[in-house]
Nanobody
Framework: EVQLAESGGGLVQAGGSLRLSCAAS????????IGWFRQAPGKEREGVSC????????YYIDSVKGRFTISSDNAKNAVYLQMNSLKPEDTAVYYC????????????????????????WGKGTLVTVSS
């Protein structure tokens, strides 16, 4: 059974940093794509950053470019999101999601148009940034 488990969320002041982790189990860690999505209260879920093994390898939503960095460690079956210079508008529940054996879309497409194709989701971790 494929499982994703996020950790690393919490309360941080504006300007601070957090590192989110996503531990994957139940499949050989060679996903077609994996990424971080977030949902703020009253807002739709959005793709924050994705990695794909097709086309452009990494995508970031404009609002986090230069502040967030996605990385993966196949040996540890994990993907990370380093978040620096956090802003109150980054407050949200952050989800890790992955697709295995899925369509060979780019990272940008998975994050912006193919969220529905992400077959596996974690339960989310809450990030709260105080002003």
């Amino acid at each position: 059974e494929v499982q994703l488990a996020e950790s690393g969320g919490g309360l941080v002041q504006a300007g601070g940093s957090l590192r989110l982790s996503c531990a994957a189990s139940g499949f050989t860690f060679d996903p077609t794509a994996i990424g971080w999505f977030r949902q703020a209260p009253g807002k739709e879920r959005e793709g924050v950053s994705c990695i794909s093994n097709s086309g452009d390898s990494t995508y970031y939503i404009d609002s986090v470019k230069g502040r967030f960095t996605i990385s993966s460690d196949n040996a540890k079956n994990a993907v990370y999101l380093q978040m620096n210079s956090l802003k109150p508008e980054d407050t949200a529940v952050y989800y890790c999601a992955a697709v295995v054996g899925g369509p060979h879309y780019s990272a940008r497409y998975y994050c912006t148009h193919a969220m529905h194709a992400m077959a596996y989701w974690g339960k989310g971790t809450l990030v709260t940034v105080s002003s």
